[in-house]
């Protein structure tokens, strides 16, 4: 999973698939603590031994335009960066040779 806090199209948690915060004070709270149980149990109870790993990526722009202000770039910079998706690749292979 890749999150990062200077998205502001798609909340932290949600991209991390974890329960906010906020839900225990929510009256869909309980919905969203289904909708991740939902999605994990099945991957934390498969045989085939399913690692979830979980990367926060930020960012360092250069200028502070809309696209900043209104968290797109951030939303859109791991795709628009070919540096930084190719080192997420690498880290990623290199844990999983690594195990």
């Not at 004070?25 to 909708?35: I, K, V, Y």
Request: proline content about 3%; overall charge negative.
């Amino acid at each position: 999973l890749v999150s990062s806090h200077q998205d502001q199209y798609v909340p932290f948690h949600s991209a991390r698939i974890e329960v906010s915060p906020l839900a225990t004070h929510d009256e869909m709270g309980s919905a969203q603590q289904e909708m991740v149980h939902n999605i994990l149990f099945p991957l934390l109870t498969n045989s085939c031994q399913t690692e979830l790993r979980i990367y926060n990526i930020v960012h360092q722009f250069q200028t502070t335009d809309v696209d900043v202000l209104v968290g797109r770039a951030g939303h859109v910079a791991l795709l628009d960066s070919e540096l930084c998706l190719e080192m997420l690749v690498q880290t990623c292979l290199y844990r999983f040779f690594q195990t």
